[in-house]
């Protein structure tokens, strides 16, 4: 289906305001939550104390990089609630990170936290041309995993239509998003791609369908990845970022310009640091993202350090919303590689992958530690039409990527080619990395 025009926007006083009056909101916003957190919750006032910061030394935006930061540790540390803001009988929801490398960190919602989280949502869902008329289908996993039910609510705050499906049972995904007329895809990138071939697989054509947007989001997607789940469903893809600890999807989003993802500055100050020093960079420059939350009731939160790495992209953006842009993630401090000294990003290599028409996109590095060096083997398929027999192709092919990423990213990878449908698919976040080296650089 070709682009919709966008709905204009959801909440349009809120979107365009001006900046003045914006940084007068978040100013006020700030105050109140310094308070409020330095009151009610023991560990603000220790950290806050320890800092030799009162809240009210928070007389303008600038005094904001006076507080203490957040980290997950101390998330961990408070486990379950202890960073609870509010009594129990206000908490309606509670969401849970996945706790696989620790404890998990747990976040509640009052019935106005889950308001303003489904307000931001429903922004996206906007400048992703949807609206009443629409019909999502969510494909992100619901649980304790923001990813479904955030997209749910927003979805139904929206006004729209919406299928709860969660993952799995992907013939069905395709056969009801044909049935339903659905709109809108919500899921991670990797199963988007998943979807697009099972409905390949099945003799149907996506592009007949009437979807016309995907707000993919939870892992992240190069531009050539996001160009071809496009080009392969026929539909526009809306980059949309979050993370459990600060709300889950929605505290940044991309409109139709899709161009950078406009963060609901109403609700949340971002800032970025130089990850050393812990100091802002100007915009424009890379950074770790840092969040401080204005709204939330339950699980408020004071400049909490989210490793992921982003910049502010400069100028104003054409659609008109004042919110500022960050540009799509980079990594996350923490999943920077090093190889044999090299410091490589699994984005660089995602998008050396997908400049190779004849390789499907999913791919797995596998790292061990041959003697004392790292040894790094990139498993990639080829798409279906290779001829997989034809070796002296495959063994072009192979050399070509080789010699793409040596060039272009200095990294010596030992190619390995498998055939189509080999590797695993995802149905939520894509594990594309598997670590066994000996000693984790
Ligand atoms: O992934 C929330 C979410 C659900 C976002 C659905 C978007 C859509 P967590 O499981 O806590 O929450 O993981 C958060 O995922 O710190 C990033 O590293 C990564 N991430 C989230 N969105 C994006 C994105 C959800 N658009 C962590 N691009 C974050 C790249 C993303 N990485």
């Not at 408070?78 to 976040?107: E, I, N, Q």
């Not at 189509?420 to 995802?426: D, L, M, N, V």
Request: proline share 5%.
């Amino acid at each position: 289906m070709a682009r919709k025009e966008p709905l204009v926007y959801y909440q349009p006083d809120i979107e365009t305001m001006s900046r003045e009056d914006l940084e007068a909101l978040q100013l006020e916003r700030l105050q109140a939550l310094v308070k409020r957190v330095y009151r009610k919750i023991p560990f603000y006032k220790e950290s806050f104390d320890k800092a030799g910061v009162n809240p009210e030394d928070i007389k303008s935006l600038a005094d904001l990089t006076k507080l203490p930061f957040t980290v997950k540790q101390d998330m961990r540390d408070a486990y379950p609630f202890g960073l609870f803001a509010v009594p129990r009988k206000d908490v309606v929801r509670v969401h849970c990170s996945s706790g696989t490398t620790g404890t998990a960190t747990v976040v509640g919602y009052t019935q106005k936290d889950l308001e303003n989280w489904g307000d931001c949502f429903a922004r996206a869902l906007y400048g992703a041309g949807c609206g009443p008329d629409s019909t999502l289908q969510i494909a992100y996993g619901y649980g304790l995993f923001t990813g479904g039910l955030g997209a749910h609510n927003g979805g139904e705050r929206a006004g729209c239509t919406v299928l709860p499906m969660s993952t799995g049972n992907t013939k069905r995904q395709v056969r009801l998003m044909k049935d339903f007329d659905v709109d809108c895809l919500c899921c991670t990138p990797s199963y988007a791609l998943n979807i697009a071939e099972v409905a390949q697989e099945e003799g149907y054509d996506i592009h007949e369908f009437p979807i016309h947007a995907g707000i993919l989001g939870a892992e992240p997607c190069s531009e050539a990845t996001r160009a071809e789940i496009e080009q392969k469903m026929g539909i526009q893809v809306y980059d949309i970022y979050g993370l459990s600890e600060v709300m889950g999807p929605g505290v940044a989003c991309e409109c139709e310009k899709q161009h950078g993802l406009h963060v609901c500055e109403d609700q949340f100050i971002i800032e970025i640091l130089d990850p050393k020093t812990l100091q802002p960079v100007p915009d424009g420059e890379w950074g770790e993202v840092v969040f401080t939350t204005l709204c939330k009731e339950c699980s408020p939160l004071v400049r909490y350090r989210t490793r992921d790495i982003s910049r502010i992209l400069v100028g104003e953006c054409e659609c008109g919303r004042t919110f500022r842009r960050m540009d799509r993630i980079a990594g996350r401090t923490d999943d920077m590689m090093i190889l044999r000294g090299v410091n490589v990003f699994p984005s660089q290599i995602e998008e050396e992958i997908v400049s190779f028409p004849e390789i499907a996109p999913q791919y797995q590095l596998i790292l061990t530690t041959k003697g004392t060096l790292d040894h790094a083997e990139l498993r990639v398929e080829t798409v279906p039409e290779f001829p997989f027999d034809e070796i002296r192709r495959l063994e072009k092919l192979k050399k070509d990527l080789q010699k793409a990423l040596k060039e272009n990213l200095q990294i010596a990878v030992d190619v390995k080619i498998v055939e189509p449908k080999t590797i695993e698919r995802a149905e939520s976040k894509a594990k594309r990395i598997i670590d066994m080296r000996e000693n984790l650089h």
